[in-house]
């Protein structure tokens, strides 16, 4: 069994970086791993994911060239550089893990989730 736990979110300002991590216990090791995110009112949207070795990335439109993801499998973590933050950022971060096959964007598909971190942007 695989457990997902978000943490680094907080309260910053516009322009500001911030980094999450997502430390996962269990065999995470050899898993894909995907970042998401849902502001109040919005459905959950797909972030960034990353293949097991770290090697394969992939962005959603509106965070390619602010946020990278990367992981670090001695310490089971899977990080989110965020920077220049914007308000429109506001929002509950969550990491996912183990996706079906070929649908690293699609939600539905992931296995594991976190419990979320909350990220707030001020103008």
């Known amino acids: 069994q695989v457990q997902l736990v978000e943490s680094g979110g907080g309260v910053v300002q516009a322009g500001d970086p911030l980094r999450l991590s997502c430390a996962a216990s269990?065999?995470?090791?050899?898993?894909?791993m995907g970042w998401f995110r849902q502001a109040p009112g919005k459905e959950r949207e797909y972030l960034a994911g990353?293949?097991?070795?770290?090697?394969?990335?992939e962005y959603a439109h509106p965070v390619q060239g602010r946020f990278t993801i990367y992981r670090d499998n001695a310490k089971n973590t899977v990080y989110l550089q965020m920077n220049n933050l914007k308000p429109e950022d506001t929002a509950n971060y969550y990491c996912?893990?183990?996706?079906?096959?070929?649908?690293?964007?699609?939600?539905?598909?992931?296995?594991?989730w976190g419990q979320g971190t909350q990220v707030t942007v001020s103008s």
């Open positions: 996912a893990a183990d996706p079906a096959p070929g649908s690293w964007r699609d939600q539905t598909g992931y296995t594991y």
């Open positions: 269990g065999p995470a090791v050899t898993l894909i």
């Open positions: 990353i293949d097991w070795s770290g090697g394969v990335t």
